[in-house]
């Protein structure tokens, strides 16, 4: 049942005899049955008897067919659309439902404008030196984490990439305790991470390197590339050592000897084209095992 506010106003009564153009035709078919007297007056004696009798047979045998003769169908039709009434039109302007529901719209859209504002207002955006910052250190930590797993490392992972998860660093970082094996660091409690943890976030990580806009490879490329990269680090191409002998991280050095994917092409460097070559042609003697560090 709607509401009493919810329901249209009755529509006006018209009375169609009023109408100007129902008039107007009413005058021209008095015309046109005047005009048809004085025509029939003008025929032959008979003629018009005779019509009316093959008429009278004509419409008996429809009317037994069909239920009524011509005459009777249009006086029908006629009635029928005397007494036709137009649906009523919603005028969305005026309709107390439609207003209702424009009132409704406009208290959400204030409510949405509020709590954003009210959101913005408690966690306030980051500057880009604050977000430098903490990406860099999550490098640091993610760094410090892989080369020493200690316990003390991955509670820095945890809570320097809790600090910009949003980010590809802060991301990275929180894998990277993930990748330790034990939720609870410096504790004697070891619960164990699921095992599809680490797999998934590193996923979830290359996909979101790989989408990330910029650059000049497309989806596919960077892909691949990061297949040649886990390649160049499974079979020992690429184990880090410079930077462990020089104390420098690679995120400190972009460009000059990190990860390249160098197994798709043959790199010009010698020490790493002859690594390069053999890890090319150990890669298809050797069982590939799971192995530390």
Not at 56 to 68: D, L
Not at 175 to 192: A, K
Request: glycine share 6%; proline share 7%; net charge negative.
């Amino acid at each position: 049942e709607l509401p009493e506010w919810a329901k249209m106003p009755e529509p006006e009564k018209m009375d169609y005899k009023t109408n100007p153009d129902y008039i107007k035709l009413q005058q021209e078919i008095s015309a046109i049955k005047a005009k048809n007297e004085e025509l029939i007056k003008m025929l032959p004696p008979g003629i018009w008897e005779r019509h009316m009798e093959l008429r009278k047979n004509i419409y008996e045998k429809f009317k037994s067919i069909v239920g009524m003769d011509p005459e009777e169908m249009l006086a029908d039709a006629i009635k029928k659309v005397e007494e036709f009434k137009e649906p009523a039109f919603v005028n969305e302007e005026k309709s107390p439902v439609f207003q209702m529901k424009r009132e409704l719209d406009a208290k959400i859209e204030a409510i949405r404008k509020k709590t954003v504002e009210t959101i913005k207002a408690a966690v306030p955006s980051k500057s880009r030196e604050e977000l430098k910052e903490q990406t860099d250190n999550a490098m640091d930590a993610v760094y410090a984490g892989i080369t020493a797993p200690t316990d003390e490392n991955a509670t820095r992972c945890l809570n320097l990439g809790n600090a910009c998860p949003e980010t590809h660093e802060g991301l990275l970082s929180l894998l990277t305790f993930w990748c330790y094996g034990n939720l609870t660091p410096n504790m004697e409690q070891i619960v164990r991470t699921p095992p599809e943890l680490p797999p998934t976030g590193l996923n979830s990580l290359l996909l979101k390197c790989a989408l990330t806009e910029g650059g000049t490879r497309e989806f596919k490329e960077r892909m691949k590339l990061y297949f040649e990269i886990g390649r160049e680090v499974v079979f020992g191409i690429n184990n880090w050592s410079e930077f462990l002998t020089e104390m420098e991280p690679p995120h400190h050095k972009i460009g000059h000897g990190g990860f390249t994917g160098v197994i798709g092409k043959v790199p010009d460097d010698a020490s790493m084209k002859q690594a390069a070559e053999k890890a090319l042609n150990d890669a298809g003697n050797k069982k590939f095992e799971r192995f530390r560090g």
